[in-house]
């Protein structure tokens, strides 16, 4: 006997219905991830589109030279985008961080910053914490832009110490969570222009890390950074 997949998904919706990441309201049939009215109406960045003043390039002055940047988000707490944020890292939300990097890819495709680019690299979790999570967000963005610029991720980066998480953290106590972190286990002579991926940006902590990594590599092409999100605050 067969039975119609939409009946189906209608009798367990009213059971079970999807609720938006957001804001949780129940989505309607075309809806998915996020409602209409959040996914149109989340604060959006826009760095992209004005290098000299995205915030992300501010945040990182005299630390990292920044030279493109974009997130698809602004980050404030006890917000949707931090609702979207939690689910991603902490709810097997590895499909919508791939989703969004979709959404960031459509626009910066038609940004001149990012024509160059080579390579795409994750910022790597701790292998235990990425076996305990079963995935590394920040990896999952990438494939999402991946899958529109043709632009490849490259997991070069390694994280060599566990830490515990940074959300509770001061900028300083930031800094010195992260400051050893990271190694370089690949050849990069010869790249001109890599991109940092990341989830959230807060301090910018992480990246700096992450450039002196590549520095010490002896990397001296462009760098620039793509977030899912970045903080309207600094801790």
């Not at 990097?101 to 390579?119: H, P, R, T």
């Not at 995935?135 to 070069?156: F, H, M, R, V």
Request: charge should be positive; aromatic fraction near 12%; glycine fraction near 6%.
């Amino acid at each position: 006997m067969l039975f119609n997949v939409n009946l189906i998904d209608d009798f367990i919706g009213l059971f079970y219905p999807k609720i938006c990441i957001s804001c949780n309201t129940v989505l309607l049939k075309h809806e998915f991830y996020l409602c209409t009215q959040c996914k149109y109406f989340l604060p959006r960045a826009k760095f992209h589109e004005d290098i000299e003043h995205s915030l992300i390039k501010k945040t990182l002055y005299g630390r990292v030279p920044v030279f493109g940047s974009a997130a698809y988000y602004l980050f404030s707490k006890k917000s949707g985008v931090q609702n979207i944020l939690h689910h991603i890292k902490y709810k097997q939300g590895k499909l919508l961080a791939k989703e969004i990097g979709i959404w960031m890819s459509e626009e910066l495709k038609n940004a001149d910053w990012i024509k160059d680019v080579e390579i795409l690299i994750p910022i790597p979790l701790h292998p235990k914490k990425q076996i305990e999570r079963g995935y590394n967000q920040s990896e999952e963005y990438c494939k999402g832009i991946e899958a529109t610029l043709n632009i490849p991720t490259k997991n070069i980066l390694k994280k060599n110490i566990y830490t515990l998480t940074q959300t509770r953290k001061k900028r300083y106590e930031r800094w010195e969570n992260v400051k050893d972190n990271f190694e370089i286990d690949q050849n990069i002579s010869g790249i001109k222009h890599l991109v940092l991926v990341d989830d959230v940006m807060t301090t910018g902590a992480t990246f700096e890390a992450a450039y002196n990594a590549l520095i010490s590599a002896g990397y001296n092409g462009k760098v620039s950074i793509i977030t899912i999100a970045v903080a309207t605050y600094l801790v």
